[in-house]
């Protein structure tokens, strides 16, 4: 079994998505590879990855908005914890100095690198 720690996400967009409606004790899976299209939760894209989504119960207090992080790399997830703010240029170090990078431009059918979270043409 991989250690999901170990892999780096896809960032599908720099900031939460605001999402309204949700119901108590309702269970989410929110996406923790980043290639999902329907962010910030789960639409399947993470198979062929070592990415498992999270499991995540609607807390049973009433909130009207939650903040549900979209760049994947909050600390506490699935909510925002600001992460993103400062995540810009660790992203692109990570992908400039991945060890895999010369296997970016031939990454094929393996979807994304998950030493870094490159994504051809995302
Ligand atoms: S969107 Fe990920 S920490 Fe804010």
Known sequence: MTDQSALKP???TYGPCSIRDLKPGEVKLWCTCGLSKNQ???DG????TSFRPL???VPEHNQTVYLICACKYTRCPPICDATHISLTSTIK???ENCPLK??????GDKKLCQQCGFVPDW
């Open 102 to 107: 010369q296997e970016h431009s031939n990454i």
């Open 55 to 57: 499991k995540w119960t």
């Open 45 to 48: 894209s993470h198979k062929g």
């Open 40 to 42: 910030p939760w789960c």
């Open 93 to 95: 170090n990570q992908i």
């Open 10 to 12: 896809h960032v599908p």
